[in-house]
C-alpha cells in the first residue's frame, strides 16, 4: 500500500494553466486506473474535484480536469485562480476495498 | 443537504483505546460505503479503513490492521472506529467520507476528530 507520486509542489499565474501528476504501478491503480482528485484548502476537510478520471460532481468548475496515460493520471487546473492555492490528492481504489493516495501537491498561484 | 460529522476524538495515552463515531444525513446511509482517513500533522492523506454498504466487507490499512475494527449501524446512519493499541503514530485528524461510484470516490468529507496520543 505505497502512496502513489505526486510532485510536492507546482505553481502557476493567474489565467495559466498547471498540470498535476499521479504515478504508480498498473496494480496501485486498480483494473481501470480511474483515480480520483480532492482539493484541501489549510485546515479545512478535503473535497472530491474529480472522480472516475475525467467525471466532475456536480458543482464542480469546468476549470478542472482529469486523464490519464499509461501509468499517470494528472488533473489539469486552466484559468488558475488565487482560490485555487491548497493541496492537492490523488486517490485510487486498488480492489478489495482498498483505496491509495497520493503524496499530495502543493500549487502555489503566484 | 449530504452530511457526515465526526466525533470522538481527544488525547489519549499510548497503548490506550478510543472510539470515533461519524453521524450520516442526507443520503441514503445503508446504500453506500464510508471509510475513514487520517492525516497526521503537517502530512499528507492515509486511507485507514473501509466498510461495505451491509458491513459485511470491511478491509484496513496494513499501519492499523489488528489494533482498528470499523462498524456501522444503518438503523442509526452512524459508522464508528474503534482504535486500541494507540501509538504515537496514530496522532491525526481523522475524517469520515461517503463513497460512492464502483471505483469508491470520497465525495462527501466531514471536518475530521483528532486524535493526539501522548503521555
Known amino acids: 500500500q505505497s502512496a502513489l507520486t505526486q510532485p510536492a509542489s507546482v505553481s502557476g499565474s493567474p489565467g495559466q494553466s498547471i498540470t498535476i501528476s499521479c504515478t504508480g504501478t498498473?496494480?496501485?491503480?486498480?483494473?481501470?486506473?480511474?483515480v480520483s482528485w480532492c482539493q484541501q484548502h489549510p485546515g479545512k476537510a478535503p473535497k472530491l474535484l474529480i472522480y472516475?478520471?475525467?467525471k466532475r460532481p456536480s458543482g464542480i468548475s469546468h476549470r478542472f480536469s482529469g486523464s490519464k496515460s499509461g501509468d499517470t493520471a494528472s488533473l489539469t487546473i486552466s484559468g488558475l485562480q488565487a482560490e485555487d492555492e491548497a493541496d492537492y490528492y490523488c486517490?485510487?481504489?486498488?480492489?478489495?476495498?482498498?483505496?491509495?493516495f497520493g503524496e499530495g501537491t502543493k500549487l502555489t498561484v503566484l | 443537504e449530504v452530511q457526515v460529522l465526526e466525533s470522538g476524538g481527544g488525547l489519549v495515552q499510548p497503548g490506550g483505546s478510543l472510539r470515533l463515531s461519524c453521524v450520516a444525513s442526507?443520503?441514503?446511509?445503508?446504500?453506500?460505503?464510508m471509510t475513514w482517513v487520517r492525516q497526521a500533522p503537517g502530512k499528507g492523506l492515509e486511507w485507514v479503513s473501509t466498510?461495505?454498504?451491509?458491513?459485511?466487507?470491511?478491509s484496513y490499512a496494513d499501519s492499523v490492521k489488528g489494533r482498528f475494527t470499523i462498524s456501522r449501524d444503518n438503523v442509526k446512519d452512524t459508522v464508528f472506529l474503534q482504535m486500541s493499541s494507540l501509538r504515537d503514530e496514530d496522532t491525526a485528524i481523522y475524517y469520515c467520507?461517503?463513497?460512492?461510484?464502483?471505483?469508491?470516490?470520497?465525495?462527501?468529507w466531514g471536518q475530521g476528530t483528532l486524535v493526539t496520543v501522548s503521555s
Open positions: 467520507a461517503k463513497l460512492f461510484g464502483m471505483y469508491f470516490a470520497a465525495d462527501c
Open positions: 442526507g443520503f441514503n446511509f445503508s446504500r453506500h460505503a
Open positions: 466498510i461495505r454498504s451491509s458491513g459485511d466487507v470491511t
Open positions: 498498473s496494480s496501485d491503480f486498480g483494473t481501470y486506473g480511474l
Open positions: 472516475e478520471g475525467s
Open positions: 486517490c485510487s481504489y486498488v480492489g478489495s476495498n482498498t483505496l491509495v
